[in-house]
């Protein structure tokens, strides 16, 4: 059995780089900054991680943040646009369970993991992760091994093909678990 805090999490986002400008205040999913911000270019996490995207509704580029300040997140992260998405990861309490598949539609190789691996290849021989199968906790998926390139947040659920998500030519090469070591 596996349970999620939803209540802890809160972020701000400032309008300029250094807090400065407009600011928002956000301790949930937003969906379209633009609502509250022209722009959105630092920000401070005081509790929780969240993920931010450079486009609308939670698509585009991601980066995880957790707990700090990020007083230049263009510089920081290499985002060329600015913030437009969050959403906020629930700490989870309990086992982590996923399956990384070799090809999309959960074909070829699969393996099931409960903890973080730091290279597909050198683990399992698996030169390609196309799909996945996340039954229990919050996963981040790399592009290149020992979790650095870009990223993918996964959530309990089935993701049938990384293409079809946008992810076209891009191959994931390391996963880790989101909890409160991240």
């Not at 990020?70 to 920081?76: A, G, I, K, P, V």
Request: proline letters at 2%.
């Amino acid at each position: 059995m596996s349970t999620t805090d939803m209540s802890m999490g809160k972020i701000i986002f400032y309008e300029d780089r250094n807090f400065q400008g407009r600011s928002y205040e956000c301790m949930s999913d937003c969906a379209d900054m633009s609502s509250y911000l022209s722009r959105c270019h630092s920000c401070r996490v005081e509790s929780g991680c969240f993920m931010v995207y450079d486009r609308p509704n939670f698509i585009g580029n991601q980066y995880f943040m957790r707990r700090g300040e990020y007083s230049d997140y263009q510089r920081m992260i290499g985002f060329s646009d600015c913030i437009r998405s969050c959403r906020m990861i629930p700490m989870h309490k309990g086992s982590y369970r996923v399956r990384i598949y070799e090809r999309e539609n959960f074909g070829g190789q699969m393996y099931e993991l409960m903890d973080d691996c730091d290279n597909f290849q050198d683990r399992y021989r698996m030169s390609d992760c196309q799909s996945c199968n996340v039954m229990d906790g919050h996963w981040l998926m790399y592009e290149q091994p020992h979790y650095r390139g870009r990223m993918m947040y996964l959530r309990p659920g089935e993701y049938r093909s990384f293409r079809d998500m946008g992810y076209d030519g891009m191959r994931f090469s390391s996963i880790r678990r989101i909890n409160e070591s991240c």
